[in-house]
């Protein structure tokens, strides 16, 4: 049954409109034709009006109540003519519980009432008295029996649409703070999340001396900057199919080659840097000054999880992640500085200028390198 269940919901909603078009034009054709009662006309004018009303369930989902109240409409003129053969909840259900489930529950109570009450129930049968009072009473209790019907699966469609759109708002925000196959894993309920990597590529950046200089400006103004700022960054990161894991004030945290292992992790975060250091040039503080930026690149082990029940993060633990920051503290204002380890990464792809000997908090002396660009 579930699968077979599956397979319906992947069948396109215009595909199953069609069918059911099909079907109550079909339905009614031979409602009319085998009509019980002797002597009922079967005029094409019968036929066009079951028909039209056949074919507005091609457009009910786009026009809920504009489907409808013409099918109400269409259906009354049906009967006063007095054609025969069309059970009135049989062409107006479709479009009743289409309507409840958009939101327009006053119209289709509506309508319900008046066919019920003034159009073919009570209303009708009065008209007809030759008719037994059981007779009456059955005909309306059916009515009421089969309207209530459709405008509770009417509700139960609202009710899954909404849930749907709440779980679906759910999942994108689950998906702004998570990587998607983290966010798969936390939704299996798996207990501790946390993974080791052999090898990734780890990017810091930082606008150089930001804080001082917002000092003056507003609250609004120092948001604004770095929204736009870190905006553009969260684009280029997607582009490149790298990981954001985090910010952390004006600084901004990258990682390649996790929680999905990519052999190219540190071209990917090379070619990131040279983009955002492009970006950052070309833009200005508060103040109006020439934006900076330090960037530092480490590669190597870390340890990746997810941390924290309310506010849960992603982040990243290891030797690889703290030197990638020293590479940004101790990096110099518009360049992108790099271990040893991601110079021989890269090396053989892009350009570099030895810096040197850097004295690095916590690892003592290393040699450093600035990342210039691509090789020519």
Same mark, same amino acid.
């Given at each position: ?111 319900? @009432? ?14 007809? %008295? ?21 405008? $509770?699966?009417?509700?139960? &469609? ?24 983290? #966010? ?74 996790? %929680? ?9 975060? #090379?070619? $990131? ?30 340890? #990746?999880?997810?941390? @924290?029940?309310?506010? =849960? ?47 690095? !908090?916590? !690892?003592?002396?290393? &040699?450093?390198? =600035? ?6």
């Amino acid at each position: 049954m579930s699968s077979l269940v599956q397979r319906l919901q992947r069948v396109p909603t215009a595909a199953i409109d069609a069918g059911l078009a099909l079907a109550l034009a079909v339905a009614i054709t031979i409602a009319i034709d085998v009509s019980p009662e002797p002597g009922a006309r079967r005029e094409a004018a019968a036929y066009l009006l079951g028909w039209t009303i056949a074919a507005l369930v091609l457009v009910r989902r786009r026009w809920p109540l504009a489907v409808l109240l013409p099918s109400a409409v269409i259906l009354q003129l049906y009967y006063q003519l007095d054609y025969p053969g069309i059970y009135p909840a049989v062409p107006l259900s479709v479009a009743l519980a289409t309507a409840w489930a958009a939101g327009h529950r006053r119209w289709s109570l509506l309508v319900a @009432g008046l066919f019920v009450a003034a159009g073919i129930g009570v209303g009708y049968q009065i008209l007809a %008295p030759h008719q037994p009072a059981l007779q009456v009473l059955g005909d309306v209790t059916r009515d009421i029996v089969l309207f209530a019907a459709v405008l $509770l699966l009417g509700e139960a &469609v609202r009710t899954r649409r909404a849930l749907q759109r709440e779980e679906e708002r759910s999942e994108r925000l689950l998906l702004n703070v998570l990587p998607a196959p983290i #966010a798969t894993r936390l939704k299996q309920h798996e207990d501790v999340i946390a993974d080791g990597f052999p090898e990734v590529t780890v990017l810091f950046a930082d606008l150089v001396d930001f804080t001082r200089r917002s000092q003056r400006s507003s609250p609004q103004q120092i948001v604004q900057v770095l929204d736009e700022l870190f905006s553009t960054f969260d684009q280029l990161t997607r582009r490149h199919g790298l990981e954001k894991i985090k910010t952390i004030g004006d600084a901004y945290m990258v990682a390649g080659g996790l %929680p999905e292992p990519r052999p190219d992790h540190a071209q990917a975060v #090379a070619d $990131l840097a040279l983009t955002m250091q492009v970006e950052v040039a070309r833009r200005i503080d508060t103040g109006g000054q020439p934006l900076q930026a330090r960037i530092g690149i480490d590669t190597g082990p870390v340890v #990746a999880g997810v941390i @924290g029940a309310d506010k =849960f993060s992603y982040d990243l633990w290891g030797d690889t992640v703290n030197t990638a920051s020293r590479m940004e503290t101790t990096g110099v204002p518009g360049c992108i500085q790099v271990t040893e380890r991601t110079y021989r990464r890269l090396r053989d792809g892009y350009r570099f200028e030895r810096r040197g000997v850097v004295a690095v !908090k916590g !690892k003592g002396e290393m &040699v450093t390198w =600035f990342l210039i660009g691509r090789a020519r």
